[in-house]
């Protein structure tokens, strides 16, 4: 089997708001053909318009080749060797960030292709000799609307009933009215986020679990524990991001002081940049995004680092059911994957995560069942995905 062509789609809902600190308003889409007539398609969580020029750029060296050049003619089924080619020869202007978001997007796709050519789902390859776990479970992440406190304390509350109402058993709520991505330009003292935290905890009652994500809202670990410390009656699954992603030391110290656990890794490519979360920074909850790490492989290679380190995963996922499929494929392999991010249509907002793709993962009782259907066992709206594309 050889690749014979990709397709990157970039996408945009129409009613998208740049004021939003939501990236599920647009999407990277790529389709990976064969000259079998089998095709794969995945995506990565990047500005579309950038990882589209990743995957296109032509190459003038060999320290900078193009990706899509050396991906047309090569066999889909050697995905490590692809990664690796890939990888390499893209070294000089990636081995971080947009290039390496990119190559996830392709290297879900070639996931999705060997699944299919093997009629297995791709948990089952990827897990290789190791088990293969029969249900996981996933946990709800509620955005909430509103451009006062009021507004974004009741929104949340809302949300938070309705997950519950769909039998969740554990929701993430963004709680960020201050710092660099603060909601609608709100900027609330610290104290008033107890207040919403109090709040959802009250409506979710004792037995969710409760994770709660900041978005980068302090500068350093006093300033974080001076609220964070308050919140232990709430009992926290974990603390999302309340840190710069960039000062490991001060995450370092969280962690000793913090009475939940701190997780980190939506933004981090590559297992490399794990390895400094969790051992320089000692965050407690690894939280790798399978298109922006690098792909499945790279994703699975973090969450064997974190079982090596008796650290757990949630893996991050803010997109489409593309992506939400590749991430409950990598839960599949990983026993100490504690949740999974998730967001049925009921729960969302975003026009592209309700209409772009249909997953077979359900919930029932809590918990998604093993797949069955053959690589990501998703389903493209080829009508959404044309409404949709902008280039």
């Not at 060797?81 to 390496?100: D, E």
């Amino acid at each position: 089997m050889k690749i014979t062509g990709i397709d990157c789609h970039v996408l945009l809902a129409p009613n998208y708001d740049p004021r939003l600190t939501s990236s599920a308003q647009d999407s990277f889409i790529v389709q990976v053909h064969t000259d079998q007539g089998i095709t794969g398609i995945g995506e990565s969580d990047v500005n579309p318009w950038i990882a589209k020029a990743c995957v296109e750029a032509p190459g003038t060296h060999t320290m900078g080749l193009c990706i899509k050049d050396m991906v047309i003619g090569a066999d889909p089924l050697d995905i490590a060797g692809l990664w690796q080619r890939l990888y390499v020869g893209t070294a000089m202007n990636g081995r971080r960030g947009a290039v390496i978001h990119a190559i996830g997007a392709i290297e879900m796709a070639l996931w999705d292709i060997k699944g299919k050519a093997l009629g297995k789902p791709v948990c089952e390859l990827l897990a290789g000799d190791g088990p293969v776990r029969d249900h996981i479970v996933p946990y709800a992440s509620l955005q909430p609307s509103g451009r006062s406190f009021e507004e974004y304390r009741d929104s949340l509350v809302e949300w938070a009933v309705r997950a519950r109402q769909l039998g969740f058993k554990a929701v993430k709520a963004e709680v960020t009215m201050n710092g660099p991505y603060a909601h609608s330009g709100l900027h609330e003292p610290y104290e008033r986020h107890t207040e919403v935290v109090a709040a959802v905890r009250n409506a979710l009652g004792p037995d969710l679990a409760l994770m709660v994500d900041v978005q980068y809202m302090w500068p350093d670990a006093a300033t974080a524990l001076a609220t964070v410390r308050d919140w232990k009656p709430y009992d926290l699954f974990f603390l999302e991001t309340p840190i710069w992603v960039d000062r490991l030391d001060e995450y370092a110290k969280l962690h000793d002081q913090a009475p939940m656990k701190i997780a980190l890794g939506e933004w981090q490519a590559t297992r490399w940049e794990f390895e400094d979360i969790m051992d320089r920074g000692k965050v407690d909850v690894a939280q790798p995004d399978v298109g922006r790490v690098g792909g499945l492989l790279e994703a699975k290679a973090v969450c064997d680092m974190a079982f090596d380190r008796n650290r757990i995963i949630v893996p991050h996922c803010w997109k489409t059911g593309v992506s939400i499929a590749a991430t409950a494929h990598l839960a599949f392999t990983a026993p100490h994957c504690a949740f999974i991010e998730f967001l049925p249509p009921e729960l969302c907002v975003e026009t592209l995560r309700k209409e772009l793709a249909t997953t077979e993962m359900q919930i029932v009782d809590g918990q998604i069942a093993r797949p069955r259907k053959p690589g990501l066992g998703i389903e493209l709206n080829m009508d959404a995905l044309r409404r949709y594309t902008v280039a």
